[in-house]
């Protein structure tokens, strides 16, 4: 709901409110909890310091105004000079904008649009807020259009900057590498400021763009709908305010805008709750609503078997024929066969660019899943697209293709060098390979990686500081450009795992491949920090081998897939060397997890515990009416002869008496207790006696886990 009375803007979401006040400048004068109104709002001003200066809560910064801190914007005029003075013209509740080239999110229609304007260059500044009622979510565009008549550079433009009034917060960011992506990191902000940045093209494994701001009963989280260098920073001063802004890197970035031309900022969405559980649970809402889109936004996301952790380069087709087979037996529904089946691709030294059937190793791509079909799944395929090896035709045909700078040589990363996106041509092949990969195969899901950072960017006809950002956009034209010739393709995005989890790939892919990491130890921190601000259905989660291909831990099957459970499953091995007792218990998982996918998939989910730090840590996903729910908890170390482990559920329907237990490896069930939704939510349930040993004995650093399944028996009576 958006709302303009005289000079103040009001959005209000279901659950919280933001007043917004401009009179010759524009000012936050509330973002939190919703109230009913705004009585009393003059008392929310900003104090009048003994110079006669006033520090309000500003929707953004510029320079040359004697601003102490960094501007949020800021350009540089063709005479040389740097100053501006955007100055708050109107409010308008108008259509939503179109943001140019970029990923935005979508489901409703109006925005509040705040104009400022630079008169003596005429550049004008627009910020654009939506409010998203049912996820208490709110997005700003910005945009920067140049009404002059000289070309402007813009040196750095914030989508969003946000400030609260008090110095006592915290800042989280979710940080990590290849294999260890977004581990939680929490540290006060006190007096100054700390960034979250990328700066290898990507949105990357290193800092994602999904940050928090909290104290005890505040929480704002902030993402970037961008896949490519982001920048966040938090600071807190001695005017006790904070604030928190996401946006482009500014890093290498100096875009000339031309008269009449306009930037469009990414869309930054924010989020108030109370607690990091309540940011969590009304992003997911978002994501799910607002950012996921066509057809498999809610549609149940198939079971699959990936060859790649099972075979890796090394498969025939007879392999892969085997390990499709067994999918099939033990109840999969989807195969996927990854990396090797292109070019002359035995290791990743080649290839990369050639998209066609590596005939030799296939014996024929085509008929290869014809005959995956015939036993009963669907086929889906791996490819790198935005990549060229120097060894490939591609390569050998069109050297120019290649992201380098003349008389340099390029930095080589898994042997593999970059495509120039920016460039049309460039963008037509990839579109053109991909679409006839797609064709040729019937694939009915893809998995679309990308397996290094961005480095030896140049582009003759671009110039240097706008290169970061013009590559997102050939990327995001090429593949919405896929997504729409092909609809019903469920795509998954990739990045060596998951150094591209972010909202501008979901907005084209519904589900991201979560970490190269599939130990089940690691990917309970992992799929953990993940779920604070992306729901279960984005992440892909497989059972691979054991012991475990990174980190050598073993683990039982069971545990196994009761961490994978807890997103989009999968499995990630070479089941023709699994035995009959490993391929019913797989096939018993598998049926498990059908019957109870859509909770597990879109169930609102409750994090348990502190997988970081904690002794125990898991998740809770409740059915929307509340009728069942699945858990699991997992514990990395259990003592001998400690007691009194105890564990918390949450999100139950406190009125529901429901029936507990919890399942074995055979897929058979025990009971636990039967107790009503507010106990469950409240009591401290000990753990101790349902963990066997028996489960680990041949496991070295297990995991020891219990799914745990509700199941409403009858609503409490009302008391009349
Ligand atoms: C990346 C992906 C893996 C796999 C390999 C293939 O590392 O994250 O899942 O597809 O590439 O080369």
Redesign the pocket.
């Known amino acids: 709901m958006l709302k303009i009375k005289g000079n103040y803007f009001i959005l209000e979401t279901n659950h919280t409110s933001m007043l917004i006040k401009g009179d010759g400048r524009a000012e936050y004068l509330y973002y939190g909890e919703r109230v009913p109104d705004f009585s009393g709002a003059e008392w929310l001003s900003p104090e009048v310091y003994w110079d006669g200066a006033v520090h309000p809560l500003s929707l953004f910064l510029q320079a040359g105004r004697g601003e102490a801190r960094e501007p949020s914007v800021s350009v540089r005029f063709a005479d040389g000079s740097y100053a501006t003075d955007f100055r708050f013209v109107r409010a308008r509740i108008v259509p939503r904008p179109v943001l140019e080239g970029l990923p935005s999110a979508y489901g409703e229609a109006k925005s509040l649009k705040l104009e400022f304007l630079d008169e003596p260059s005429r550049l004008k500044l627009c910020l654009y807020y939506t409010a998203f009622a049912d996820s208490d979510a709110i997005t700003v565009c910005a945009t920067l259009t140049n009404g002059g008549k000289k070309p402007v550079s813009v040196l750095s433009f914030a989508s969003l900057h946000l400030e609260v009034w008090g110095n006592d917060f915290s800042f989280t960011t979710f940080d990590g590498a290849w294999a260890s992506e977004r581990r939680r990191h929490t540290r006060p902000l006190e007096c100054g400021k700390c960034e979250n940045a990328s700066y290898i093209g990507s949105s990357s494994a290193f800092h994602n763009p999904f940050v928090l701001l909290g104290r005890k009963g505040d929480v704002y989280g902030v993402n970037l709908i961008y896949s490519g260098n982001h920048r966040e920073f938090a600071e807190s001063d001695a005017t006790r305010r904070t604030r928190l802004v996401t946006g482009i890197n500014p890093y290498q970035f100096d875009w000339e805008l031309a008269p009449g031309e306009t930037f469009f900022a990414p869309e930054a969405v924010m989020v108030y709750g109370k607690t990091d559980e309540e940011v969590s649970e009304r992003m997911h809402e978002f994501v799910s609503r607002h950012i996921v889109r066509g057809k498999w936004k809610d549609r149940e996301r198939p079971v699959l078997v990936?060859n790649?952790e099972g075979t890796y380069f090394n498969f025939t087709r007879e392999k892969i024929l085997n390990i499709a087979r067994k999918a099939a037996e033990a109840g999969a529904e989807l195969f996927v066969l990854?990396?090797?089946w292109f070019g002359k691709r035995d290791s990743?030294t080649c290839s990369l660019g050639d998209w066609t059937d590596y005939a030799e190793k296939t014996g024929g791509l085509e008929s290869l899943a014809d005959e995956v079909r015939a036993m009963g799944l669907k086929f889906g395929i791996?490819i790198?697209p935005e990549m060229i090896s120097e060894d490939s035709e591609l390569y050998r045909k069109h050297p120019e293709y290649a992201m380098k700078i003349a008389r340099r040589d390029p930095q080589r990363m898994r042997h593999q060098l970059m495509l120039n996106l920016v460039d049309p041509q460039v963008q037509g092949y990839v579109f053109r390979a991909v679409s006839r990969v797609i064709t040729m195969c019937k694939a009915a899901y893809v998995?679309w990686?990308y397996?290094r950072y961005m480095t030896d960017c140049f582009d003759r006809n671009t110039r240097g500081g706008e290169y970061f950002h013009r590559y997102m956009l050939g990327l995001y034209s090429v593949i919405s450009r896929l997504v729409e010739r092909f609809p019903n393709v469920l795509f998954e995005s990739?990045?060596?795992?998951g150094s591209r989890f972010d909202l501008g790939m979901l907005c084209f892919m519904p589900q991201t491949?979560t970490s190269?990491n599939t130990d089940a130890r690691e990917r309970t921190v992992i799929q953990s920090g993940t779920a604070y601000a992306y729901p279960q259905s984005t992440m892909g989660a497989h059972v691979s081998a054991s012991p475990n291909e990174q980190t050598g831990n073993s683990n039982s099957l069971q545990t196994r897939f009761n961490v994978a459970c807890g997103g989009v499953l999968g499995y990630e091995s070479d089941l023709t060397k699994a035995d009959d007792a490993e391929l019913d218990e797989i096939r018993a998982q598998i049926a498990f997890y059908k019957k109870y996918r859509s909770v597990l998939q879109f169930g609102v989910y409750h994090r348990l515990g502190d997988a970081l730090n904690g002794e125990w840590s898991g998740f809770i996903t409740v059915a929307r009416d509340g009728s069942k729910a699945v858990s699991v908890i997992a514990v990395p170390e259990k003592r001998t002869g400690e007691f009194n482990l105890r564990v918390k559920f949450a999100g139950l329907d406190e009125n529901a008496l429901y029936s507990v237990k919890y399942r074995r490896a055979d897929g058979s069930f025990v009971p636990v207790c039967q107790a009503h939704g507010a106990m469950l939510n409240r009591g401290s349930f000990a753990l101790q006696n349902l963990f066997s040993e028996t489960d680990v004995r041949s496991c070295s650093n297990p995991l020891y886990t219990r799914l745990f399944v509700f199941e409403k028996v009858s609503a409490r009576k009302k008391r009349s």
Do not use: I, L
Not at 494 to 497: E, K, S, V
């Open positions: 990936n790649w990854d990396d090797g990743d791996w790198e998995k990686d397996n990739c990045a060596g795992g491949w190269d």
